[in-house]
C-alpha cells in the first residue's frame, strides 16, 4: 500500500491535469452537439468523410454525433496518457535515477510493478471516467438523450483500448532508460497509429487487413448500432494487456540496473 | 558470522569491465574501505550486493542471508548511500525519509530528527530546491534513519563541504562504536585511512589485496619538488626516489614509503622551497600495484 501511494501521489498533479484537459474536451463536444444535430451536419458531410466513421445511417443524431467525437481527438486523450503513465512506472525512475533509491529499500520488484500497474489502471479509469460523466451528464442538461447503455460500452472499448497500450508501452519500456526519448518514441506511435487508422479506412482497407492497428479496436459506431463490443475485440485487447503485463514482469525481474 | 561475504561473485558487462571472481570478506563491526580506480568495478560489485544487478555466478551473503535469494530481508537491514544520490525531488527531504521508514515499517522517526539536527539539514524543503550538498545530507540521514546494521557507502562524502565531512566522519566512528558494520568504497585516500581498519584495492574488476590501513600507508606516493640554492643533487639514489626530472636548481620526483629518509636527506642541503603534494589516487594504486600490497 505505501508503495501504491507513492506513485499515486506522484502522478495526483499529472493526474488532474490530464482529466482537466479530458473533461474540456468532452464539453466542448457536448457544446457543440448543438451545432452539430441542429444544423444537420451529418447530412452535409461528405460520404468520403462518413465512411471514415463506419456506418452511422440509421443513428439518431445525437447518437452519430457522440460516434464522431468519441472516434475523434477524445479518443486518443486516454492512450496518450497510458503512455505517459507506463513510462513513469520504471523508464522515468531510472532516467532520474530515483530506481536506486526505490531498489534500496526492502521492496520485491514484483510489489513494484503490481502497486503501479494499479495506479496505471485507477488512472485512467478516472479519466475515462471524467470524460464519460461530462458526456452523460451535460448532454442531458442541454436536452438530448442518447443510447446511454452504448456510450457506456463505447467507453468501456476505450477503456480497454487505453490500458492495452499502456500494457504494450509498459513491456517495451523495460529496454527503454531514457525517459525523453520513450515519450516521443511512443506519443509519435501512437499519434501516428490514430491517423493511420483513418487513412486505412478512407482507403476503404477491410477490417482484417487492419488487424496491426490498434485504434482499429475502437468501435464507436459499430457498438452504437449492435449495442455490444465486438468479442474478437475484446478478445484481442484482454490477450494484449496480459501479454503486456506478463512481459512487463519477465523484464523488469531480470533487468540490470547498471550504473 | 561475516557481515559480507562473497565467493567467486562475477558480474560482467558486454565490454567485459565489471567483477570477475571476487572473493571478499568483511567482518561484522569493523569500518571497510574498498578502493578503486575509476572503472574498477567498486560500484559494480555494490549494485551486485544490493540486487540492482544479478550475478552471472558466484555467491554473496549479507550479514548471513544470501543476498540474491534473500535481497528484501537484506535491504531491511542495510544502509545505503550512493555516489550521486537521486530520491524524490518533487517531495520534502522528510516525506522522501518517511516513505522509505514506512517501506520498512518503521515509525519511530526519533532517529531522523538526530541526525537531521547534526548534519543541519532542513527537511521540509522539497529536494528540487536543495543545493548537491544538501540532497546528500538528506540522503545521509534516508540511509541511516532505519538503524542499519550494516551500512554500505558508494563515495560518501562526494558533495559535501569539510566542515559537514567531519561531522560525517563522527558519524561513521560513532556507528562503528555501536557495533555496526560500515562498508565504503572511496577516491578519498586520506578518508579511507582516518576511517577504515581494512581496505580492499579492487583492479580491472578483481580483488588485488585485503589488508590493514597501516599496510596501505606504507605504500604511500607523494609528488615532491623541491628547489635548492644551488644546483640541484642527484636525488636518484635516494631510496624510494623515482621519475626524478631536474630543471635548473629545481628536481622534481615521486617518493614512495616513508617520508623520514628523504627529509634527512634533503636537510642535508640548503633549500628554498618544498612541496609534498598528493598524488591522483591512480599514481597511488600504480604504486600499490608495482609494490604488490600486502597480503590477504
Not at chain 1, 520485491?108 to 489502471?121: E, P
Not at chain 2, 550512493?82 to 525519509?97: K, M, R
Not at chain 2, 627529509?263 to 608495482?290: C, G, M, N, Q
Request: charged share 20%; net charge positive; glycine share 10%.
Amino acid at each position: 500500500m505505501t508503495l501504491f501511494r507513492q506513485f499515486f501521489g506522484a502522478q495526483f498533479k499529472g493526474l488532474l491535469i490530464w482529466v482537466g484537459v479530458a473533461a474540456l474536451f468532452a464539453l466542448s463536444g457536448t457544446r457543440s452537439g448543438a451545432t452539430f444535430v441542429e444544423g444537420d451536419a451529418m447530412a452535409k458531410m461528405p460520404q468520403a468523410l462518413l465512411s471514415i466513421y463506419g456506418d452511422i445511417g440509421g443513428l439518431s443524431a445525437i447518437d452519430a454525433y457522440l460516434t464522431l467525437i468519441l472516434g475523434k481527438g477524445t479518443g486518443l486523450i486516454p492512450t496518450l496518457y497510458a503512455v505517459i503513465l507506463a513510462l513513469s512506472v520504471v523508464t522515468r525512475e531510472v532516467d532520474r535515477r530515483t530506481v536506486e533509491f526505490l531498489l534500496s529499500l526492502p521492496v520485491q520488484r514484483t510489489q513494484v510493478l503490481l502497486s503501479r500497474l494499479a495506479v496505471l489502471i485507477l488512472n485512467v479509469t478516472a479519466l475515462v471516467g471524467a470524460m464519460w460523466a461530462v458526456l452523460r451528464y451535460d448532454l442531458p442538461a442541454q436536452g438530448y438523450e442518447a443510447s446511454w447503455g452504448s456510450l457506456g460500452l463505447i467507453f468501456l472499448n476505450l477503456w480497454m483500448l487505453s490500458i492495452a497500450v499502456g500494457a504494450v508501452t509498459l513491456a517495451v519500456s523495460m529496454w527503454i532508460d531514457d525517459y525523453s526519448l520513450g515519450v516521443k518514441l511512443f506519443l509519435g506511435a501512437v499519434t501516428l497509429a490514430y491517423f493511420m487508422e483513418y487513412v486505412l479506412r478512407a482507403a476503404h482497407v477491410s477490417r482484417a487487413a487492419r488487424v496491426f492497428s490498434p485504434f482499429s479496436y475502437l468501435e464507436p459506431t459499430s457498438i452504437m448500432r449492435s449495442g455490444s463490443i465486438a468479442t474478437g475485440s475484446i478478445i484481442v485487447l484482454v490477450v494484449t494487456v496480459a501479454a503486456g503485463v506478463a512481459v512487463s514482469f519477465w523484464a523488469f525481474n531480470r533487468k540490470q540496473f547498471s550504473a | 558470522m561475516q557481515a559480507i561475504k562473497t565467493t567467486g561473485l562475477t558480474r560482467l558487462y558486454r565490454n567485459g569491465r565489471g567483477i570477475r571472481n571476487v572473493n571478499l570478506e568483511v567482518r561484522q563491526g569493523e569500518v571497510f574501505g574498498f578502493l578503486g580506480p575509476n572503472g574498477a568495478g567498486k560500484t559494480t560489485l555494490i549494485r551486485t550486493l544490493l540486487g540492482f544487478m544479478h550475478p552471472q555466478s558466484g555467491q554473496a551473503e549479507m550479514l548471513g542471508l544470501d543476498a540474491v535469494a534473500r535481497s528484501r530481508e537484506v535491504r531491511q537491514k542495510v544502509g545505503y548511500l550512493p555516489s550521486d544520490p537521486a530520491l524524490y525531488d518533487f517531495l520534502t527531504g522528510q516525506q522522501n525519509i518517511d516513505f522509505a521508514l514506512a517501506v520498512r515499517g518503521i515509525k519511530n522517526k526519533n532517529r531522523v530528527k538526530a541526525l537531521a539536527d547534526r548534519l543541519e539539514v532542513d527537511l521540509k524543503r522539497r529536494l528540487k530546491s536543495l543545493s548537491r550538498g544538501n540532497k546528500q545530507k538528506v540522503a545521509i540521514v534516508t540511509a541511516l534513519a532505519h538503524d542499519p546494521e550494516l551500512i554500505i557507502l558508494d563515495e560518501p562524502t562526494s558533495g559535501l563541504d569539510p566542515l559537514v565531512q567531519e561531522i560525517f566522519g563522527q558519524l561513521i566512528r560513532e556507528e562503528r562504536a555501536r557495533g555496526k558494520t560500515i562498508f565504503m568504497s572511496s577516491h578519498v585516500l586520506s578518508e579511507v585511512e582516518t576511517l577504515c581498519d581494512r581496505v580492499g584495492v579492487i583492479r580491472d574488476g578483481e580483488i588485488v589485496t585485503v589488508d590493514q590501513v597501516e599496510n596501505l600507508k606504507k605504500q604511500r606516493v607523494k609528488y615532491v619538488t623541491a628547489e635548492f640554492r644551488e644546483a640541484a643533487p642527484d636525488l636518484s639514489e635516494v631510496q624510494g626516489v623515482r621519475n626524478v626530472a631536474v630543471e635548473g636548481r629545481k628536481v622534481r620526483f615521486t617518493f614512495h614509503g616513508g617520508i623520514d629518509p628523504l627529509i634527512a636527506e634533503l636537510a642535508k642541503r640548503s633549500l628554498v622551497d618544498l612541496t609534498l603534494a598528493d598524488p591522483p589516487l591512480e599514481e597511488v594504486f600504480r604504486a600499490f600495484y608495482e609494490g604488490g600490497g600486502g597480503g590477504r
